[in-house]
């Protein structure tokens, strides 16, 4: 079917389109379970960082690392 023929008949009085096969809510629920996923994983990041800051490993987080992680996880909570 050529672009012509799919117009000309769309454009016929009476003609019905077909509904949308999925919700338009549908991938709304899957986006925040993965939302959440993300704070789950920067959540662990952090505190990874914290236990290595704490045995030896690391000297200290340093403040500007400190403060993105405190806006991502901020965000992700808000979005989830």
Known sequence: MNRE???RFCERPGVRFPR???RAGAR???RRM???D???SAMETQAGIEA???IG???AMPEKLSGRFGHIIGV???VS
């Open 28 to 30: 709304d629920g899957r």
């Open 5 to 7: 023929v799919h117009v």
């Open 52 to 54: 290595a800051v704490a």
């Open 38 to 40: 993300a704070l789950g």
């Open 34 to 36: 993965r939302y959440g």
């Open 57 to 59: 490993y690391l000297d």
């Open 20 to 22: 949308p096969t999925r």
């Open 76 to 78: 992700l909570t808000k």
